[in-house]
């Protein structure tokens, strides 16, 4: 098809998916449980990195930890004592385990203690460093600054901490390693994206739905690749690395520059319900 009829039928199927339908099934509806800004950040987050298998197993899972923090993430993790954490000791999804759980725990009591929002601990505010960089590590050339800075620098403070397990890096990526950063990418588009239609939160402010970059997994790349939105040679790798997030989101930024990765709905709706 030519161009405008490729943005015409991605638009069509944006609107199609992007609806409070959507949610039911998938990873966002565990932070859509809350109303609490921080009880949804706490839950997407972990909803986010728990994301991969299949969708059933991944929603049991994060109630599941819904459940062992009695119903209340952001009240749990300020609060809990020490022989609240035995709880946590059984807990596993895939390579996720126990160990995990427990960091996780751990910096989250930490980091609320001090800050409201989890949304602060992307933003690089070092004195003399702008918010965001001007270009990207892959070469690529970027209309607007992409929130690679961001992803590096929520990566850095997660992992400086005295306890934290060497074996929990693998669960948060970094685009400074060349990662897709799908299961970032997903949680960023959930609290930064803003529309009237329900399903993205638009809680966070400071970073903006332009500078998202679109999460690329099985589905996405698939349908990304049979129309032709995505031929960067590391889309056909077992797993598409950050170049190929950025080439495929400055693909769909011609198409809708405020707003690229809302094609993110159209791309996964085609292909997970067979459509393509």
Same mark, same amino acid.
């Given at each position: 098809?030519? &161009?405008? &009829?490729?943005?015409?039928?991605?638009?069509?199927?944006?609107?199609?998916?992007?609806?409070?339908?959507?949610?039911?099934?998938?990873?966002?509806?565990?932070?859509?449980?809350?109303?609490?800004?921080?009880?949804?950040?706490?839950?997407?987050?972990?909803?986010?990195?728990?994301?991969?298998?299949?969708?059933?197993?991944?929603?049991?899972?994060?109630? &599941?930890?819904?459940?062992?923090?009695?119903?209340?993430?952001?009240?749990?993790?300020?609060?809990?004592? &020490?022989?609240?954490?035995?709880?946590?000791?059984?807990?596993?999804?895939?390579?996720?385990?126990?160990?995990?759980?427990?960091?996780?725990?751990?910096?989250?009591?930490?980091?609320?203690?001090?800050?409201?929002?989890?949304?602060?601990?992307?933003?690089?505010?070092?004195?003399?460093?702008?918010?965001?960089?001007?270009?990207?590590?892959?070469?690529?050339?970027?209309?607007?600054?992409?929130?690679?800075?961001?992803?590096?620098?929520?990566?850095?403070?997660?992992?400086?901490?005295?306890?934290?397990?060497?074996?929990?890096?693998?669960?948060?990526?970094?685009?400074?390693?060349?990662?897709?950063?799908?299961?970032?990418?997903?949680?960023?588009?959930?609290?930064?994206?803003?529309?009237?239609?329900?399903?993205?939160?638009?809680?966070?402010?400071?970073?903006?739905?332009?500078?998202?970059?679109?999460?690329?997994?099985?589905?996405?790349?698939?349908?990304?690749?049979?129309?032709?939105?995505?031929?960067?040679?590391?889309?056909?790798?077992?797993?598409?690395?950050?170049?190929?997030?950025?080439?495929?989101?400055?693909?769909?930024?011609?198409?809708?520059?405020?707003?690229?990765?809302?094609?993110?709905?159209?791309?996964?709706?085609?292909?997970?319900?067979?459509?393509?």
């Amino acid at each position: 098809m030519s &161009e405008p &009829e490729l943005i015409d039928f991605l638009n069509r199927k944006a609107d199609q998916y992007n609806r409070p339908s959507f949610i039911e099934r998938d990873p966002i509806s565990i932070p859509h449980r809350f109303s609490r800004k921080q009880d949804i950040e706490i839950m997407g987050f972990w909803a986010a990195v728990l994301a991969w298998g299949q969708r059933p197993v991944i929603l049991k899972k994060s109630n &599941e930890l819904i459940e062992l923090m009695d119903g209340a993430p952001y009240d749990f993790v300020r609060n809990h004592e &020490e022989s609240d954490l035995k709880r946590f000791l059984a807990f596993k999804h895939r390579t996720f385990n126990a160990t995990d759980a427990l960091y996780f725990l751990h910096f989250f009591h930490t980091y609320y203690q001090t800050n409201d929002s989890l949304e602060d601990a992307f933003i690089n505010t070092a004195a003399g460093k702008p918010l965001f960089d001007s270009t990207n590590r892959s070469g690529f050339p970027a209309a607007v600054p992409t929130v690679e800075s961001a992803l590096i620098t929520f990566h850095d403070r997660f992992c400086c901490d005295p306890f934290f397990p060497e074996r929990t890096r693998k669960h948060i990526a970094t685009p400074a390693r060349n990662s897709s950063c799908k299961r970032l990418l997903m949680f960023l588009r959930w609290m930064v994206r803003h529309d009237d239609r329900g399903v993205d939160f638009g809680l966070w402010t400071r970073l903006r739905p332009n500078q998202l970059v679109i999460p690329i997994d099985v589905h996405v790349n698939r349908v990304a690749r049979t129309l032709g939105l995505l031929t960067h040679r590391s889309a056909t790798l077992p797993q598409p690395d950050w170049k190929a997030a950025l080439s495929l989101t400055e693909t769909l930024r011609r198409f809708d520059p405020a707003d690229p990765v809302r094609y993110d709905f159209a791309l996964f709706g085609l292909g997970v319900e067979g459509e393509l």
